[in-house]
């Protein structure tokens, strides 16, 4: 077995060097009093970890404006470490499934495009190249600011995401402690720095050059419509584009970016944040560990991934690393470049990057239900009003559920700060082939914004032995201050139990007098609420007064299986 060098020969080699004596002298570790502080600076530090690395030595220094140094024996490393290399290696193959998995989802939910193998390979160009690109530009900066201390570079620890944005982050791993503030500082500023500005280009990139996803019709609710912009773009871009519906994948894997710097942002242990503020007061890092900790416990109960940073930085350790030479601290211009650069960064952080905001705008349907005769293959044409209640250029998209072709028209695809557009949405329904009531969700998205309204479609039968004023389909145009009159008769054998319908716009208002009653209504609605007995050849004398002008106004009469008499009317 190789001899241990002497602690005794350490200190004589490095007492040519510097002036100092000695305190708590032991087999193994001895503390260094310094004659002159001044005399070691951070140049003349390295020189004596040279000499302590060539004997086995580790040395530290004492907090700023303490004279001491401590020399102990290197500790043996055992080869059950907490994150080995194949650790590394397992998360960072885990980290890219992840991320092609919540791309593929992305892209598969939004997208009318087909088949697993294209939609992978344009995920893997437009989603996780991207994302690996600012994964890899966040480590380039970390290697500068490593090297430049005189270390070596290690593997990071990449986090996976598989239940939120694919990928939590990279953070440092190094076998070799930090020697000065400043590379420590610098260790966690760059990455941020670097990410931040890529996953910036990648976002306007594809906001202002790809073509964006408005007009995609999702199929699914998925985590995008509920997604939050970091304060920098909610205030910088808000009046520049329109909040659609979705980011296209390239501004999605720049958003993703983001968020992930916004992670490693935090004052946390071994995060970027962490290393920053134990660069600039140790005394205090451990405290704002614990605070973040506590941050991350409340917020994991609205976005579950943060919890996966909880349980990381219990792993590693609540307390960041501490530099080797502390005698010196960082100077004033260092702490005001970083406190600025935190700030800009800042705005960058989404502390809950998926949740639902406040509605930034409103629909309401001219008219939520419609009767449509079954055979005249017709399609029904849904109009709603959409309101901007938020301070931006508004660009909504549209769903339909359960899954059915439709389409969109409008005098303008987007709607100004404050204002309203009217959209027309064609459904196909001239495809349903029974009769019955049929219900559809129409669902506007922009932003981090959906509204909903349900439409129901009544599809019924023609029917011989039904009619209005011996006519069926029955056509009415007139004048909306003059009363319409109509019979309804039962042209068959016996009796008929029947349901009275109206279907009109939901600001419609008009009076129905029937069998010496007079009810009034709004918009649709089943005229009588259970249905009524007539007998055969005895008509039943119907009378309608509307309050105001109607284009698309529709009665029904029908039996429980769905053979009906219908009248259109239209008032001027």
């Given amino acids: ?49 040279e000499r302590a690395e060539r004997f086995g030595f580790d040395l530290f220094t004492g907090t700023q404006g303490s004279s001491r140094i401590y020399v102990s024996r290197k500790a043996k490393r055992s080869g059950n470490e907490s994150f080995s290399f194949k650790i590394k290696i397992v998360l960072a193959l885990a980290s890219i499934i992840s991320t092609f998995y919540v791309g593929y989802a992305y892209e598969l939910a939004y997208s009318h495009t087909s088949g697993f193998g294209y939609i992978l390979s344009y995920v893997a160009v437009f989603f996780v190249s991207p994302i690996a690109v600012i994964i890899l530009a966040r ?26 944005v694919g990928v939590i982050g990279s953070v440092i791993s190094q076998k070799h402690a930090f020697i000065s503030k400043k590379s420590m500082l610098k260790s966690g500023l760059y990455p941020l720095v670097f990410g931040f500005c890529i996953s910036t280009f990648f976002l306007l990139v594809g906001l202002f050059v790809l073509p964006g996803v408005s007009s995609y019709a999702p199929s699914a609710s998925t985590p995008i419509t509920k997604l939050s912009l970091p304060l920098f773009f909610s205030v910088m871009l808000s009046r520049l584009i329109p ?10 894997a720049g958003w993703v970016g983001i968020v992930m710097n916004s992670f490693n942002a935090l004052p946390l242990g071994y995060l970027d944040g962490g290393l920053i503020f134990s660069s600039i007061s140790p005394d205090y890092s451990k405290l704002l560990s614990y605070v973040s900790i506590a941050a991350l416990v409340a917020l994991s109960f609205v976005y579950a991934s943060w919890f996966i940073l909880v349980i990381f930085a219990l792993l590693i350790g609540l307390q960041g690393p501490s530099a080797l030479y502390s005698l010196r601290g960082l100077s004033r211009k260092n702490k005001a470049i970083i406190l600025l650069v935190l700030f800009f960064i800042i705005g960058g952080i989404v502390p809950i990057p998926f949740h639902i905001s406040p509605a930034n705008f409103s629909m309401t349907p001219y008219q939520d239900s419609y009767v449509i005769v079954n055979g005249t293959h017709s399609n029904i044409s849904v109009s709603v009003r959409i309101s901007d209640l938020s301070g931006a250029l508004l660009a909504p998209a549209f769903s339909v559920s359960p899954s059915t072709g439709f389409s969109i028209s409008s005098n303008s695809s987007s709607i100004s700060a404050g204002q309203s557009g009217t959209f027309s949405i064609l459904l196909d329904t001239s495809t349903l082939s029974s009769t019955g009531f049929y219900y559809y969700n129409i669902t506007a998205y922009s932003g981090t914004s959906k509204e909903t309204s349900m439409i129901t479609v009544l599809s019924v039968n023609d029917s011989r032995k039904l009619s209005f004023s011996d006519s069926n389909p029955l056509l009415i145009q007139g004048n909306y201050k003059d009363p319409i009159n109509m019979s309804f008769i039962y042209n068959s054998i016996g009796e008929q139990n029947i349901s009275l319908f109206s279907f009109a716009p939901e600001n419609f208002s008009y009076a129905v007098s029937l069998e010496n009653l007079t009810l009034r209504y709004t918009g649709s609605t089943e005229i009588l609420s259970t249905p009524f007995l007539v007998k055969s050849g005895t008509p039943m004398l119907l009378s309608f007064s509307a309050d105001l002008k109607v284009k698309s106004w529709a009665i029904v009469a029908m039996t429980s299986n769905y053979d009906a008499a219908v009248a259109f009317i239209s008032l001027g």
């Fill in 1 to 49: 077995m190789e001899k241990e060098n002497d602690i005794k020969e350490f200190l004589q080699d490095v007492s040519t060097l510097i002036s100092f004596s000695t305190e708590d002298l032991g087999e193994d570790s001895a503390v260094i009093v310094l004659k002159n502080p001044s005399d070691v600076d951070l140049a003349g530090f390295r020189v004596l970890l």
């Fill in 139 to 164: 480590e380039a900066g970390r290697y500068i600011a490593i090297k430049g201390d005189g270390l070596h570079y290690s593997f990071p620890i990449i986090l996976p995401d598989p239940i939120g």
């Fill in 243 to 252: 909040q659609t519906v979705a980011l296209n994948l390239l501004s999605y």
